[in-house]
């Protein structure tokens, strides 16, 4: 097979050679066209324009030919006959062109005997020539690895990623509007950070060179989009790409994109509030529907997701009590937390066991017994402080933080709390972090004392929020893997 294929490379490759040693112009600099994309081209009868796509198909009838090209947004037919163009031309074309490459084509538009809307073509060029064929028109593209790793076929192959990326392009568009109409401020902040911070994740390390120092890719935009909060911007978002050195599964992403917004002035509650309007919103725009059914659990089980409405609140502490009788409040010390965890039979990761982090071990204990029980659109409160070293303590009880998750499906989608901005309840929780890292915990933030200059400077009220953009839209369209949700995810380098 493998051989089959590099036969057919070396004589398309040798018949481009000809073609190109006859002088024309296979891959030329520019290529006027009358809309941008194929999409917008009106269905009008008798309106000359400029085309160019991908050649998918090509049908010859005597004297007579028709061209199917596609971008990611649509297809059009190109009629190429020879008393339009000639016939060198015509033959030039017929022959040389193959499904893969690029073509444009001028003429006037009309609808044939079948009814399907048509350039006529009477000028036509070569935009770029495939030296590899399309991946065969009846089978497409289906090995899931080769899918992802070749991504720009399985985007010409299969109808359901096309719509995939052009759903992700919308959604991000419809956020950046809603947030913008809410007079938010979009900013960059910095991916190389000299300390870890910003969430309890483990980081990448990478080096610079000329400093000679050590550095952490982001883990999460927070801390630096707060240092904006309080150098005035009241309002800011980001869309932010983050990175965390975890395992690999379905929902997990060692490379993703983090929307994370700050809002000055506001708490949490606001924060649940707009949540749910930017959610609605840029759903029901992207999507035209706030249901989505999608496969659920059990061999051919559907869930039906709701995103309308108000979305329902259950406590954190509550939840795991009511799943495993395990009260967390009740245990004073990590070692009566992981005798009754293994008491009760609830199998944790052994790191997270190791780590002898209460947080870590609530939080891991709540996503085994708790998190995959809330399918409906759910908001999670009430979470222990130990697990949220970044949010600011309930007025009401001190044991908890004013902080929410949005959980669908099982998964989580979004964590927002309003923020920790006393700078002495900060370096506190901070430097037992340290401690915590100093004890082998490697998800454990730094004490980051530039963060806490600038909280010792005035920081005001700020509520933020984080949604994972990649999984919002794995789990709205019922995606197998959460790779299938980017343009072109990490692999390993393919032979390995």
């Known amino acids: 097979m493998e051989t089959a294929s590099q036969d057919i490379v070396q004589h398309r490759r040798a018949d481009i050679e000809r073609l190109d040693k006859a002088g024309l112009a296979l891959y030329p600099d ?19 324009i400029r085309v160019a796509g991908r050649v998918t198909a090509i049908r010859a009838f005597g004297k007579l030919a028709f061209i199917k090209l596609i971008d990611v947004t649509g297809r059009i037919q190109v009629s190429i006959s020879v008393g339009h163009v000639g016939k060198e031309v015509f033959k030039l074309f017929t022959k040389s062109l193959k499904a893969g490459d690029f073509l444009g084509a001028a003429g006037e538009t009309f609808y044939t005997k079948t009814g399907e809307f048509t350039v006529q073509a009477e000028e036509l060029a070569f935009l770029g020539m495939a030296f590899r064929l399309l991946p065969e028109k009846w089978h497409g593209l289906r090995d899931v690895e080769m899918r992802h790793r070749r991504r720009y076929l399985d985007i ?27 007079g938010f401020f979009e900013v960059e902040t910095p991916i190389l950070n000299t300390v870890q911070a910003g969430a309890l994740a483990r980081p990448f390390v990478t080096h610079h060179k000329t400093l000679d120092v050590d550095l952490f890719l982001r883990i999460a935009p927070e ?21 965390r050195n975890e395992g690999i599964s379905a929902e997990h992403l060692q490379e993703f994109t983090m929307l994370e917004f700050y809002v000055c002035y506001w708490d949490f509650r606001d924060n649940m509030e707009f949540t749910r309007h930017l959610l609605q919103s840029s759903l029901g725009e992207t999507f035209g529907r706030l249901q989505f059914e999608v496969p659920g659990p059990g061999e051919g089980e559907t869930l039906e997701l709701d995103f309308s ?3 329902q609140e259950v406590d954190f502490r509550d939840s795991i009590r009511q ?20 008491q009760a039979g609830i199998e944790l990761d052994q790191d997270d066991l190791e780590s002898r982090n209460p947080g870590r071990l609530m939080d891991a204990l709540y996503k085994r017994t708790v998190r995959r029980t809330l399918i409906q659109p759910t908001f999670l409160t009430g979470h222990p402080v130990e697990l949220s070293p ?8 001190p044991r908890a933080v004013d902080r929410f998750q949005l959980v669908v499906a099982g998964t989580e989608l979004v964590n927002a709390y309003s923020e920790l901005v006393d700078p002495r309840e900060q370096r506190r929780r901070l430097t037992e972090q340290s401690r915590l890292k100093a004890g082998g915990d490697q998800e454990a933030m730094d004490l980051d004392e530039d963060y806490l200059l600038c909280m010792e400077h005035g920081m005001p009220c700020i509520s933020g929020n984080g949604i994972g953009i990649d999984r919002l839209l794995m789990t709205v369209l019922g995606l197998p893997n959460i790779k299938d949700a980017l343009l072109f995810p990490l692999l390993r380098k393919e032979g390995r």
């Open 390 to 397: 970044l949010a600011r303590q309930n007025d009401a009880d």
């Open 223 to 243: 801390t630096y989009l707060k240092r904006a909060n309080a150098a005035g911007f009241n309002r800011v978002f980001e869309f932010a790409r983050c990175f």
């Open 156 to 182: 010409i192959a299969n109808l359901s990623s096309r719509d995939t990326m052009l759903a992700r392009c919308r959604l991000i568009s419809s956020m950046r509007r809603i947030f913008e109409q809410a």
């Open 30 to 48: 520019r290529f006027e066209t009358t809309y941008p994309n194929l999409r917008d081209v009106p269905q009008e009868i008798g309106k000359r």
């Open 309 to 311: 409405g108000t979305w």
């Open 323 to 342: 799943a495993c009788g395990i009260d967390i409040r009740a245990l004073k010390d990590v070692d009566r937390l992981v005798e009754s965890i293994q």
